[in-house]
């Protein structure tokens, strides 16, 4: 196939839900369409689903929460999609984030009963502000569900973006029949015995087709022909400018459980979601049909198989054709580095990449010399951009219970603030660590991490700082800001210094002595 044609037919993109909307759901019958994985039907436990998708850290199956993205490759009627899978629990939101800026549009999952929910809404802003188009699935129709006209005023009141529904839902609940595909004519009549079959549409010639009547009772066929008519007095036409620029969605309704609606989805996403979008460089924007390859590091996960201590770079390939072998440069270090064993993430599978294309996420096993933000091209300078970096808001101290370990666990902090997992900050005096994460539930996770990977057992205390700010400025005032502020001097993992600060007070005060200094909240990763 030719190369412009491979980039074409990409669709990188993630799913953002509350948590309980049914991502995970989705996320298999997906899979199933793209033939990525087989599932024999609904018998298998709901634990056992789970692993089956990915089962790289334990504390996922234990709680239950998704903790870490990961990447799924699959194809379906001629596209290849690459869906990255973001944690739904909000005190992982940095790593979701990030997932954000790799990919180039989103789904957006909302239970029917529920609507808009506040980790909904979060997400959702972080894509609006990178303009991204976002399609909407409406799960659970198979339950009571709110009516489908509230959820469309919600989510166009709540998110102000507009909506047009791509299906319109027959009933729900107990009452649930299907749905009617606006974008294809067509019925879809839902098979309540049929969890893991493919519901075929029944194609019609319009509202009017005489067929409709023998398929669906009086009463709903009614309802539906009115439903649909107010719909397009009130909702405005599917353009396709409006979706790309984020400022309209097609919504389609569904039951992931069932398998219904899921297929029109996925077609949906094949036909209108944008292929590769250009990637912003600090020095310009770079089309992803260049012939050079470039590509920028959005996450790093440390272990992802216990058997090989590994750690795995994830690249979303912004531009170029990328071939096994192929020579980057590094910009950070200015190294070059001959790309041998990257990875693709076909579902559970992971194998060694031949070639992959703008669009595609590869993964790169290293050794802790890429980290978040890193730019690799074929030799030109472009730093990417977009890749958020977050302010620690909970910093707590961390001890090995076994003292033999300390140095270990310093060894075990350093790589996981590397993977972006925490920040991670040596205090000049005393011995402990202090770490600092955007969500309380990161310390159970990290604790657990720390336990598992590394074996050194850990504690966390709380602390009574208030926050972390990272300190810029002249060598020589730094220096000088540094002897003053001993005790409440850091510094991270990459050597920065950071002030710890115990209140307000001192924060001023620090920067009323030192008005030349920069305190910065977060340090950007480029
Ligand atoms: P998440 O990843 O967004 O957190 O959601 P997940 O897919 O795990 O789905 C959450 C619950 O909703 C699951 O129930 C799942 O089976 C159910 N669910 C998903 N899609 C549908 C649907 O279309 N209809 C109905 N009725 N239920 C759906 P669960 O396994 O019982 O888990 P839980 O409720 O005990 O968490």
Known sequence: MAFADEIDKRRTFAIISHPDAGKTTLTEKLLLFGGAIQLAGEVKAKGERRRARSDWMKVEQERGISVASSVMTFDFEGKTFNLLDTPGHEDFSEDTYRTLSAVDSAVMVLDAAKGIEKQTRKLFEVCRLRDMPITTFINKLDREARDPFELLDEVEQKLALDVTPASWPIGMGRDFLGCYDLIHNQLILFDRGK??????????????????????????????????????????????????????????????????????????????????????????????????????????????????????????????????????????????????????????????????????????????????????????????????????????????????????????????????????????????????VVGALQFDVLADRIRTEYQVPVKFESTTLLTAEWVEGEAREIKQFMDQNRASMAIDHTGSPVYLARNSWHLDKAKDDFPSLKFLRTKEEV
């Open 195 to 436: 969890g893991a079959s493919l519901s075929q549409g029944i194609k019609c010639k319009g509202l009017d087709d005489p067929k409709l009547a023998t398929l669906l009772p009086d009463y709903a066929l009614a309802k539906l022909r009115e439903d649909v008519e107010m719909v397009q007095e009130l909702c405005p036409p599917f353009t396709l400018e409006d979706y790309l620029e984020g400022t309209l969605t097609p919504v389609f309704f569904g039951s992931a459980i069932n398998n219904f609606g899921v297929q029109e989805l996925l077609t949906g996403l094949g036909n209108v979601a944008p292929k590769p979008r250009p990637g912003k460089a600090i020095e310009r924007s770079v089309d992803p049909f260049e012939d050079k390859v470039s590509g920028f590091v959005f996450k790093i996960q440390a272990n992802m198989d216990p058997k090989h201590r590994d750690r795995i770079a994830f690249v979303r390939v912004v531009s170029g054709r990328f071939r096994k072998g192929i020579k980057l440069k590094h910009i950070r270090s200015g190294k070059i580095m001959a790309i041998h064993n990257a990875q693709l993430f076909l579902a559970q599978d992971r194998e060694i990449a031949e070639e992959a294309f703008a669009g595609d996420i590869i993964g790169i096993p290293n050794h802790g010399n890429l980290r978040i933000g890193d730019s690799l091209t074929e030799g030109e300078t472009l730093h990417f951009t977009g890749i958020p970096s977050f302010a620690p808001e909970i910093l707590q101290k961390v001890r090995s219970e076994d003292p033999m370990k300390a140095k270990h666990l310093g060894k075990a902090l350093e790589q996981l603030a590397e993977e972006g997992a925490a920040r991670v900050f040596k205090p000049y005096l005393g011995s402990d660590w202090v770490v600092g």
